[in-house]
């Protein structure tokens, strides 16, 4: 309904100006080094638990299990 009365491209505009009196000027770059950093997490999990790549995980290294002996 908003939506039909102002348009979208001015809800985006709305909605920065928003987050920018919410958060900050300051803030915004920490935040958004967050979101980042969560976004390559979830895709390097996403990665490593995909079942059409194989067991990727050995050959790369990465397994870091230690053994006792």
Same mark, same amino acid.
């Given at each position: ?7 979208p491209d001015s809800l985006i505009v709305i909605a920065v100006v928003v987050v920018v009196l919410l958060?900050? +000027? ?7 080094? !967050?979101?980042? *950093?969560? @976004?390559?997490?979830?895709? $390097? +999990? ?7 790549? !194989?067991?990727? *995980?050995? @050959?790369?290294?990465?397994? $870091? ?5």
């Open positions: 309904m908003l939506a039909d009365l102002i348009g958060f900050g +000027g300051s803030r915004l770059p920490k935040l958004a080094r !967050g979101l980042g *950093s969560a @976004s390559h997490e979830f895709k $390097k +999990g996403m990665e490593e638990g995909d079942p059409d790549k !194989g067991d990727s *995980s050995s @050959s790369k290294g990465d397994d $870091k299990t230690v053994q006792s002996n």
